[in-house]
């Protein structure tokens, strides 16, 4: 089973999954391995992005992002750069033409992403394809539990996430020339396929009883109702720009592992936080949701429903969702596990993502559990 664009994006830089803040804001001065001639691309934007005037300033953002991401300052505005990485890549992965047509679709339906100003698929320009898209002046929100507002706002900014995923999923991919985005139908089937030959293949990462139980059960028990949306793969409240002082969504971050797949899969992707340790991935495992203001796991999920207009999820249909994302997440993890043996993912964050694998793992067999 040979993984197509949309299912390979990531797999080489697994998911932007830092939760430390202060090493994620903000800009730093651009990472020797990602310079490129800015002079050039200076050049390339006088002739193809509209309104751009010199003189260019680059800065690098912090955040982890397996595609480097630049600050571009210009006297009358800033501009955000997206590009491959530069160096051999495996193939299919970092598709920055991908997110680039994702958000040009989703703009003129009016949902919330940034406008994209250019593509370039002219490696010779800054070494690797690019594309330019607005500065979304606002919030990132790096803490699942939003410690930075008050408790009477929190259900606000949990009832904002909601209503954007809910209203991702209620667009029609046809509508908005998204039609050929990814394969139609059988998602499940698809992602279970992928991520159990990405882990069984991975000899050096070793085997886990925990995946191995999942990799048996969940083919097995996919829910009837097929059902084939734009989703997001990565909704998190840490890809998302809130405006400066309201609960509300500017901009939807980081798209690499979009597709067409199942709406219910990518839903219960973002309520992982519900049961996520908040040391692995912005989670509110163990919170005191009461005492926050946040809703439970069970309203935010009729929330959804009531927004897409869904009639309630069974229980096991649910559980079987969850259990499948952390599957997912901990294939992710199990591959980094691989790198961190062979030698090439020695960072500090690739162990301790490592280290992390067999508690998704486990995680991810207690959900499967639940439908037993």
Not at 22 to 32: I, K, L
Not at 43 to 56: A, N, Q, S, T
Not at 95 to 117: T, Y
Request: include cysteine.
């Amino acid at each position: 089973m040979e993984p197509r664009q949309e299912d390979q994006a990531g797999l080489e830089g697994g998911a932007d999954v830092s939760v430390d803040a202060a090493a994620n804001a903000g800009t730093t001065a651009v990472r020797e391995a990602h310079r490129f001639d800015q002079a050039r691309l200076a050049r390339w934007m006088e002739e193809h992005v509209e309104g751009f005037r010199g003189p260019l300033t680059v800065e690098q953002f912090r955040g982890g992002q397996s595609n480097p991401t630049y600050k571009l300052v210009t006297p009358s505005r800033a501009y955000v750069l997206r590009r491959k990485p530069p160096g051999p890549l495996l193939k299919g992965a970092h598709a920055i033409e991908r997110e680039a047509h994702v958000l040009a679709a989703l703009a003129p339906a009016g949902f919330p992403v940034a406008h994209v100003f250019g593509l370039c698929t002219d490696d010779s320009v800054i070494g690797s394809r690019f594309f330019i898209m607005e500065m979304v002046e606002g919030r990132i929100f790096w803490d699942a539990t939003f410690p930075e507002v008050s408790k009477d706002e929190r259900t606000g900014y949990f009832d904002a996430m909601n209503r954007t995923i809910a209203a991702l999923h209620r667009i029609d991919p046809a509508a908005v020339g998204l039609e050929g985005y990814g394969r139609q139908g059988n998602y499940f089937e698809r992602q279970i396929g992928l991520w159990s030959k990405q882990y069984l293949e991975d000899s050096d990462a070793g085997r886990n009883p925990d995946m191995d139980r999942l990799i048996e059960w969940l083919p097995a028990n996919i829910p009837s109702g097929d059902e084939s949306r734009i989703v997001h793969g990565d909704f998190r409240c840490d890809n998302m720009i809130f405006h400066p002082s309201e609960p509300r969504v500017l901009a939807v971050l980081d798209w690499e592992l979009s597709t067409l797949g199942h709406p219910l899969a990518d839903f219960a992707y973002h309520a992982m936080m519900f049961r996520m340790p908040p040391d692995i991935v912005a989670g509110l495992g163990g919170a005191d949701l009461a005492a926050l203001h946040i809703p439970s796991e069970a309203e935010y999920l009729a929330t959804y429903c009531r927004h897409t207009d869904r009639p309630p999820v069974s229980q096991v249909t649910y559980d079987f969702c969850m259990a499948f994302n952390f599957f997912r997440i901990a294939a992710i993890f199990h591959g980094i596990k691989g790198r961190v043996v062979r030698g090439t993912a020695a960072s500090a964050h690739a162990r301790d993502r490592a280290a992390c694998f067999p508690r998704l793992a486990a995680l991810a067999c207690e959900r499967m559990e639940a439908c037993l």
